[in-house]
Structures are given as C-alpha cells and as structure tokens.
C-alpha cells in the first residue's frame, strides 16, 4: 500500500509564509487515514461487475433450495435469477451510493425478488395451469434471503474499501469560490469525496484552509505537486460567466495527467444541488484527461498477470543465467533499481539487470548511454543490445507498477541535450495516463533506446500519446507480437 508521508510532507511545506498552519488543517478533515496512489485505487464498476456475479450465484443457490421443497421447472430457477439481476441492475442497485438508507436498498432487494419470482411464475403457469403457488412463495422466499446475505457482505467490503481510501474518489479543487465551500460542507456531511486539498492563485486572500481543507498552494504550484499521484480528478470550481479564466485554468494545467473536470456555480440552486450530488460518480463535465474503459482495464491486467507469471516461469533459467554472467562479469549488485515515473506521476522503482560498473552507475539518466559507451560492462553490452536487461521488470508487471504494453517509463530528472526531457514537451506527463510499459507502441516503430536530443524526446513522446488515444486489447496484442520482430531486427538501435 502508498503511504502518504510524502504527500503530507509536501502539503506541510507548502504552507503560506508568516502564518503558522495548524497540523489538523495541513491534513484537513477530508482525507482518508491511508493515501492510496490511483493505481492501487479499485474500478467501480469493475466491482460491481462482481458483485452482481455474487448475487447470481447467490439467486442460483437460492433456487436450488426452493426446489428441495416443491419441484420447479427449469424456467423458474434458472430464469427467475436472471430477472432478478436484471431488475437490480435496472433500479441502481450497484451503483454503491454510500448516501441510499438501508430501508431503500433492502425495498430494492423484496421488489426484485418478488417481481422476478411473479413473472417467472406466470410464464410457468401459461404452460402448466396447474402449476402450484407455493412454488413461487419459496422462490421468492429463498431468493429474498439470498439478496439480503449478499448485500450484507457487499455493504461490508463497502466500508472496508472505504476505509482503507481505495474506493472513495480522491479530489482536489481548483478556486476557493462559494461552490467549492458549498461542495466541501456537502463533502462533510455525506463523506462520499475525499477532498484533499485546494488551490488558488488569490491564497492571500483565500486563507490557509477553507472549512478545515488546506489550501496547498496557486494553481503553478499543482503542475508538479506530490500529491497528484493520489488524486482521482481535479475539480475547476469557478463561475460560468468567467469564461476568461475557464479557459486560463485549463490551460494551465494542460501539462497535468488527471483528469479535470468543471463544476459550474448555477444560478438555480437545484440544478447545483443535483451537481454536486453527481460528483462523487464523476458525473462532471469532464474538459481533459482520460475517460477509462473498465472492461479494457481489467482485460489488461490480466493479460499482464498472465503473461508475467508464465514469462517469469518459462524465462527463469535464462535469467538465471544472465544473473551468473553479471556476477561473473564484474563486481557489484546483479540487479539496478531507479526511480521512474510510472501511473500519474507515481514514482515506481524500475528493475533491471546492470549493464554498467558500478562506479559508473547513473540513477538519474544525467548521461545516456551512446555508442561505445565505456561505462558498459562485457555483458551489459550484448544484454543492452537484446533487451534481456528488462527483463527483471516482469516483477514490477506482476506487482501492477508496469504493463506488458505501454510508454517505457523515464527515469525521473532525466535530460536531453542538457535539458530536462519533461520540461521539452507540455504534454509529456500525459504519457503517464497509462501504466508504462515492457514494450510499446514507440519501441516497435523505431523509437527504442535513448532520447537524447529535444527532437528524440518530442517523437517519443508523440508516439507514446498516439498509443494512450488509440489503446485497446487487440492494439496490445498487435505490439506484443510485434515486438520480437523489432527487436531482432533493429541491431542499429544504441543501447
């Protein structure tokens, strides 16, 4: 799990000069106990895909228990559950609304079981008149039961989710305005949003906190704050007729990988009513950032899980040996590790095979390797050339850090011409909407190995955005198999 120290840390030091914060208002009353970066956050929806699995195998039993007491025929328990998923699904059952009341949700549960039961019962009764009452009594009955065991678990892990900050969305606020102090009173009364703090460029004026929540810092100072990692969504909470400064914000924080997205004040309280009850499902008028797909999401994951666990298998002895070679190569640690930049900003640390002599270890990429580079070992250079170097990176896949597919992570601070890489293009974090990647859509298109001109980095970086745009499953399969032809065929690369 993340610890958040740093992110506290960052907020403590960004505090307004000449006033002294109290410690309770740098944490603020909306953050959760544990920080969780995003990528250890769990997807909604792929969540209540399996809760509604839970509830099908639940109605599933359910019917087999009814049958132990009157014989029913197969339309009744086996359609009858799939009427009833369908009539949860249709009344928003899943949609984990941590503000619904539990006589509602348990309503819910009695009305599909009922209406499901009936109108099974009344197909079976077209076929056979004689069909007993009592079977539909015990099928509703069990199926009642079933739901309300299985809510009760749901509503459990819920609040464990919860608790441990992996399902409440994360957000910070963009202007101290009335609707971002409208939006945290909301926040705290409900808490269904972690608000984890504010910023604005008018902080004099604005104060050290508002309603406890901290302001971190002006709007510059979010481009690179440590908290970004954590944070599910940046609200821009400004007046609609400030079209001006709309459009100043958003450009401003165009460099940010998160999602942003505007609360508008409305001049009808119930339409702002019904806005900021929205937002807790990101039911926003999102203006940038990625708007994920569960379902290719989960599909990643396992393909990554997969492969990493059969590659790490089917590769160990190779690695073993490669392991050996190192040790016997030169004096040092068989393995480099560095700080990269990895989903949202994140920093990952990166496993690899050293390739270099330990005195001429760089961990912050201040020089990249060039041809004939003398600071490669014997073996570091034919692991260099065939990539076996990475190969100690399935660990990080496997931990989730990595995928299989997507942007090579960079090292952080790593330059280019004498400067900077992300500071060369404003859109390089964007790269960073995904998890990166083993291989990827720039590494089989010729842009493998260093980038060490500004011109490098922008094709790189292009490349990189032209796969976050276009990923899918089956565009992840295609640079899969492709990645070993590229390999084998681009001896010309510098690595």
Not at 2 to 7: C, I, P, R, Y
Not at 210 to 232: C, E, N, Q
């Amino acid at each position: 799990m993340a610890d958040d120290t740093g992110a506290h840390r960052a907020s403590a030091e960004q505090e307004v000069p000449g006033r002294e914060v109290p410690s309770q208002h740098r944490r603020g009353p909306l953050r959760p106990e544990r920080l969780q970066s995003v990528r250890n956050r769990i997807s909604g929806p792929s969540l209540a895909r399996l809760f509604q699995f839970g509830d099908l195998a639940g109605l599933a039993l359910a019917s087999l228990a009814a049958t132990r007491l009157v014989t029913l025929p197969e339309i009744m328990w086996l359609g009858a559950p799939l009427v009833a998923l369908v009539l949860l699904v249709a009344t928003g059952a899943y949609t984990m609304n941590p503000r619904e009341g539990s006589e509602r949700k348990l309503g819910r549960l009695a009305i599909a079981a009922a209406a499901a039961g009936g109108a099974a019962g009344m197909i079976c009764g077209l076929y056979d008149p004689r069909f007993p009452a009592l079977g539909i009594g015990a099928w509703v009955a069990m199926a009642g039961t079933a739901l309300a065991l299985t809510h009760l678990v749901w509503g459990q892990v819920l609040r464990t989710l919860r608790k441990r900050g992996l399902l409440t969305p994360n957000l910070v606020i963009v202007g101290g305005t009335p609707a971002a102090q409208r939006l945290i009173r909301r926040a705290l009364r409900t808490r269904d949003i972690n608000i984890l703090g504010i910023f604005d460029d008018r902080r004099e004026r604005v104060g050290p906190d508002i309603l406890g929540v901290p302001v971190l810092g002006k709007t510059a100072d979010l481009i690179d704050h440590r908290i970004l990692p954590f944070v599910d969504r940046i609200v821009i909470t400004v007046p609609p007729k400030a079209n001006a400064r709309i459009a100043q914000l958003i450009e401003r924080l165009a460099p940010i990988p998160n999602p942003v997205s505007l609360l508008l004040e409305e001049a009808d309280d119930e339409t702002e009513a019904q806005a900021l009850g929205r937002i807790a499902d990101f039911d926003l008028m999102q203006v940038a950032g990625p708007s994920e797909r569960s379902g290719y999401l989960a599909a990643k994951r396992a393909l990554d899980l997969v492969l990493g666990v059969l590659g790490l298998i089917a590769l160990a002895p190779l690695m073993a040996t490669v392991a050996l070679a190192i040790r016997l190569d030169s004096p040092g640690p068989i393995f480099f590790r560095q700080k990269r930049h990895g989903y949202m900003n994140e920093e990952i640390v990166v496993w690899k095979f050293r390739s270099m002599r330990v005195e001429s270890t760089d961990h912050k990429a201040v020089r990249q390797v060039s041809a004939g580079d003398d600071r490669v070992t014997k073996v570091g250079r034919f692991i260099r050339k065939t990539s076996l170097d990475e190969l100690p990176q399935i660990f990080n896949i496997i931990s989730g850090e990595m995928s299989i597919v997507g942007p090579r992570p960079h090292a952080i601070g790593m330059l280019s011409g004498g400067a900077e890489a992300s500071k060369l293009v404003e859109t390089y974090a964007h790269r960073h909407r995904i998890k990166p990647g083993l291989t990827g859509w720039a590494a089989v298109n010729g842009s493998r190995g260093p980038v060490d001109t500004p011109e490098a980095v922008r094709r790189r970086v292009a490349l990189d955005l032209e796969y976050v745009e276009r990923r899918s499953f089956w565009l992840d399969i295609a640079i899969i198999l492709r990645t070993a032809p590229c390999l084998l065929g681009d001896g010309e690369a510098v690595r």
